[in-house]
């Protein structure tokens, strides 16, 4: 293995086998490490052939302690449990990481920013560029238009995705919270859902409406609807890779730096 190694958990999952890919493709980075849950038929086969590639060397494992041996930092998309537990492996060994796993509670994230205590995390629902310059157009948008434009986003995915809405849809509702402060908090303004009798909409009400099915990877869009004129702001993915491809920047971002709780903000140095 040459560069930097990687360990990535949920090697054979969509996100995955695009990190595999990347990290493969990625001057100075190497796989050190895959993982999948006990029981997985793929336990045992090499993890570049899981995503498709060559083979890399690396064998698939069950065994957390296994998988990040040789690592110099983590890449973790899977589940909100098994984040924290492997954020709280990270710290104990010093590895810089990447989380995109969104679903976490409170709990959790408390966790989270304590394993930020001792290492480096770039936490982020979406490690995609183009979103995170979306969500600072958004928040600015939101702030120029003023308060007579009623606010809606709109949030598609795949129907095997398990959380809703989306972690992107949710920043981008903070963004628009904090574009206009002014009208309250977002806990004061979200509507997740609308049925039956429900009156008009209410001043400052910011929706935020979810679409579930297919194998659409992810799309999103942010609706200002003024009298006599529509703004859309959107993003759509179409590849999986872009979400990948940031994630392995941030990653190489992370390296080296002091301990902390990051976002892709910083990592694009958008603040």
Request: overall charge negative; some cysteine.
């Given at each position: 293995m040459?560069?930097?190694g990687?360990a990535?958990?949920?090697?054979?999952?969509?996100m995955?086998?695009?990190l595999?890919?990347?990290?493969a493709?990625?001057?100075?980075?190497?796989?050190?490490?895959?993982s999948e849950?006990p029981?997985?038929p793929?336990?045992?086969q090499?993890a570049?052939?899981?995503a498709g590639?060559?083979?890399?060397?690396?064998?698939?494992?069950?065994d957390?302690?296994?998988?990040?041996e040789g690592a110099?930092g983590?890449?973790?998309?899977?589940?909100?449990?098994p984040?924290?537990?492997?954020?709280g492996?990270a710290?104990?060994?010093s590895?810089?990481?990447?989380?995109?796993?969104?679903?976490?509670?409170?709990?959790q994230?408390?966790?989270l920013?304590?394993a930020?205590e001792?290492?480096p995390i770039?936490?982020a629902?979406n490690?995609?560029?183009?979103?995170?310059?979306?969500?600072?157009l958004?928040?600015?948008?939101?702030?120029?238009?003023?308060?007579?434009?009623?606010?809606e986003?709109?949030e598609?995915h795949h129907?095997r995705?398990?959380?809703?809405?989306?972690?992107?849809?949710l920043?981008?509702?903070?963004a628009?919270?904090?574009?206009?402060a002014?009208?309250?908090?977002l806990?004061?303004?979200?509507?997740?859902?609308?049925?039956?009798?429900?009156?008009?909409?209410?001043?400052g009400?910011?929706g935020?409406?979810?679409?579930?099915?297919?194998?659409?990877v992810?799309e999103?869009t942010v609706?200002?609807?003024g009298?006599?004129?529509?703004?859309?702001?959107?993003?759509r993915?179409?590849?999986?890779?872009?979400?990948?491809r940031?994630?392995?920047?941030?990653?190489?971002?992370a390296?080296g730096?002091?301990?902390?709780?990051?976002?892709m903000?910083?990592?694009?140095g958008l603040d």
């Amino acid at each position: 293995m040459s560069g930097v190694g990687v360990a990535i958990p949920g090697c054979a999952g969509r996100m995955g086998r695009a990190l595999v890919q990347a990290v493969a493709a990625t001057e100075g980075l190497a796989l050190s490490g895959a993982s999948e849950a006990p029981g997985s038929p793929l336990l045992g086969q090499d993890a570049g052939q899981v995503a498709g590639l060559p083979p890399l060397g690396v064998t698939v494992t069950a065994d957390p302690a296994r998988l990040l041996e040789g690592a110099g930092g983590v890449i973790d998309f899977t589940l909100p449990g098994p984040t924290i537990e492997l954020a709280g492996r990270a710290a104990a060994r010093s590895l810089p990481m990447v989380v995109g796993t969104t679903g976490l509670d409170e709990v959790q994230l408390a966790a989270l920013q304590a394993a930020a205590e001792r290492i480096p995390i770039v936490f982020a629902p979406n490690m995609s560029v183009g979103v995170n310059v979306l969500l600072r157009l958004v928040e600015e948008a939101a702030r120029l238009l003023g308060p007579n434009y009623d606010l809606e986003i709109v949030e598609a995915h795949h129907g095997r995705k398990v959380d809703a809405p989306s972690g992107t849809a949710l920043a981008l509702a903070r963004a628009l919270a904090a574009g206009t402060a002014e009208q309250g908090s977002l806990d004061e303004r979200a509507c997740y859902a609308r049925q039956g009798q429900i009156g008009a909409r209410p001043p400052g009400q910011i929706g935020i409406q979810t679409v579930r099915g297919g194998d659409v990877v992810g799309e999103h869009t942010v609706l200002y609807l003024g009298d006599g004129e529509r703004l859309e702001l959107g993003h759509r993915a179409s590849s999986r890779q872009t979400f990948a491809r940031g994630a392995v920047r941030a990653l190489r971002w992370a390296i080296g730096r002091a301990p902390g709780l990051y976002s892709m903000r910083d990592v694009l140095g958008l603040d």
